[in-house]
Each structure stands twice: as structure tokens, then as C-alpha cells.
């Protein structure tokens, strides 16, 4: 199975700063089928970006994601005060779906 | 707008089985996939299989096979998880999400709100 591993653990930012968040594959995701969700507390997650880089719908432009093969990025902008969260990344592109083991996102 | 609704929380003592249902609405069942995702307390994602409403062909991971058994009646749109033998560690939050049916659509676009399921004696 591939093993996805997210970086930092936490990450501390103030709003309107630039977030970057990591996620490395153990092996190549097929076709960068690898997905980003944001959790929020008591929330179930929320998908943000699918494809390594398309957006969801309604998901504001300040998401962005990159990457390929192994590599991939969750970049945010401007971080505004919604957006402190835990963010997963996720592989589809072969079975067990996978995800990351979080990468939170707290108020500095 | 699509929903995925769950049951409620559950308490059950080890070696129970628990079957939690999960009901869809604003969208043809039959035309995506359910999958199950479990999370312990502040812990992270982990995918339990799937399950396809048009065939009833089901997909476990591999630490639930065996143990896991994912089910849907179509004609009121609801899945299934049956989960066996119940550990102190299978106290966690199970999930319900939905994806499409090719391989390019494997992401989970809409969930449910979870249900709680505690294993004590």
C-alpha cells in the first residue's frame, strides 16, 4: 500500500500569512490521483482539491495544489481565520485508498 | 443537495457487532460509490472499504477482512457497515462518504456526519 507521510506535524501562521503544506508517497500516485480535505473540529472532512490541483466546487481560490509522481503541495494563499484547521492529503490511484497523517494548521 | 446521513451513536461491549446505516438523498444512489472511513479520538483517516449500490461488489481493507461486511438496499437508498468481533480499539468515529465510479473520481466529494461507536464492558 502507499504510505503518504504530511509535513510539518503543525504548522503556525498567523492570518494573511502563506501556508505550504507537504505530501510525500511512498511510491508514485497513479495519474496524481491524490486528493486534499480540511477537518474542522466535531466536522467530518471537506474536500478541497482532487486531481493533485483542481479545486472542488465552492472551494475559494486561495487553495491551490501541486505536485506530482511523489511530491505533492497544499498551498493557501492568505490564510483567513476559517481556514485554521487539520488538512489530509489522500491517494486514490490504487487500492487501499490512503491518507496522510494530518498536518494542523493552528494560530500563531 | 446531496446528503449522507447517518444513525446514531452506539455502545456496544467487546465481542458485539455493530451495523451502522448511512442514507443518501439528493442524488441516484445506485450511480456512486459508498465507502467507509473510520477516525479514533484526534487520530487520523483510515479507509475501511467500499461498496458499489449498482452490483453489490464490495472492495474491504485489508485489517478488516474478515471482520467487516458492507451492504445497501437501494430501494430506500441506505449502506450498510456490519463490523464483528468489536474491540476497545474500534471505539472510534466511522464515516461514510461518497465517491464516483471510475478510477479518476475515487475522491470523497460529500460525507456523512459520522457515528460514534464505543466498545466497552
Known amino acids: 500500500e502507499i504510505v503518504l507521510t504530511q509535513s510539518p506535524g503543525t504548522l503556525s501562521l498567523s492570518p494573511g500569512e502563506r501556508a505550504t503544506l507537504s505530501c510525500r508517497a511512498s511510491?508514485?500516485?497513479?495519474?496524481?490521483?491524490l486528493a486534499w480535505y480540511q477537518q474542522k473540529p466535531g466536522q467530518a472532512p471537506r474536500l478541497l482539491i482532487y486531481?493533485?490541483?483542481s479545486r472542488a466546487t465552492g472551494i475559494p481560490d486561495r487553495f491551490s495544489g501541486s505536485g506530482s509522481g511523489t511530491d505533492f503541495t497544499l498551498t493557501i494563499s492568505r490564510l483567513e481565520p476559517e481556514d485554521f484547521a487539520v488538512y489530509y492529503c489522500?491517494?486514490?490511484?490504487?487500492?487501499?485508498?490512503?491518507f496522510g497523517q494530518g498536518t494542523k494548521v493552528e494560530i500563531k | 443537495q446531496v446528503q449522507l446521513v447517518q444513525s446514531g451513536a452506539e455502545v456496544k461491549k467487546p465481542g458485539a457487532s455493530v451495523k451502522v446505516s448511512c442514507k443518501a438523498s439528493?442524488?441516484?444512489?445506485?450511480?456512486?460509490?459508498i465507502h467507509w472511513v473510520r477516525q479514533a479520538p484526534g487520530q487520523g483517516l483510515e479507509w475501511m472499504g467500499r461498496?458499489?449500490?449498482?452490483?453489490?461488489?464490495?472492495n474491504y481493507a485489508q485489517n478488516f477482512q474478515g471482520r467487516v461486511t458492507m451492504t445497501w438496499d437501494t430501494s430506500i437508498g441506505t449502506a450498510y457497515m456490519e463490523l464483528n468481533g468489536l474491540r476497545s480499539d474500534d471505539t472510534v468515529l466511522y464515516y461514510c462518504?461518497?465517491?464516483?465510479?471510475?478510477?479518476?473520481?475515487?475522491?470523497?466529494?460529500?460525507w456523512g456526519q459520522g457515528t460514534l461507536v464505543t466498545v466497552s464492558s
Open positions: 462518504a461518497r465517491t464516483g465510479t471510475t478510477r479518476g473520481t475515487y475522491y470523497f466529494d460529500y
Open positions: 439528493g442524488y441516484t444512489f445506485a450511480n456512486y460509490y
Open positions: 461498496i458499489n449500490p449498482n452490483s453489490g461488489g464490495t
Open positions: 511510491q508514485s500516485v497513479n495519474n496524481n490521483y
Open positions: 486531481g493533485a490541483s
Open positions: 489522500q491517494q486514490y490511484g490504487s487500492s487501499p485508498w490512503t
